[in-house]
């Protein structure tokens, strides 16, 4: 599985990115999405992840600011970040399980700044 992340860049604070991340497989037979980002000198975290159901799951530090959705049709998970915070500053990365195997995209760099 192949994942090709995009969509990562440079923000004020207050303001929003959506990042998405394509698989080289059919999305269906993926039974978990999520992504996840690692700050500089902290370990990797999940941001949220949505199952093959659609149950989604946010931690406390994004959760109402940040939406992940799966676009089947172009087997593509989107996570949407909307008033980032500088907090939020880190390489974000896509992950996804299928057949109990996880893989994972290149990162993408969100900086949030004045």
């Known amino acids: 599985v192949q994942l090709q992340a995009s969509g990562g860049g440079s923000v004020q604070p207050g303001g929003s990115l959506r990042l998405s991340c394509a698989a080289s497989?059919?999305?269906?037979?993926?039974?978990?999405m999520g992504w996840y980002r690692q700050a500089p000198g902290k370990q990797r975290e999940v941001v949220a992840s949505?199952?093959?159901?659609?149950?989604?799951y946010y931690p406390t530090s994004v959760k109402g600011r940040f939406a992940i959705s799966r676009d089947n049709t172009n087997n593509t998970v989107s996570l949407h970040m909307n008033n980032l915070k500088p907090e939020d500053t880190a390489v974000y990365y896509c992950?996804?399980?299928?057949?109990?195997?996880?893989?994972w995209g290149q990162g993408t760099l969100v900086t949030v700044s004045s």
């Open positions: 992950n996804v399980r299928r057949r109990g195997y996880h893989y």
């Open positions: 497989v059919n999305i269906f037979s993926i039974d978990f």
């Open positions: 949505i199952t093959v159901g659609g149950s989604t």
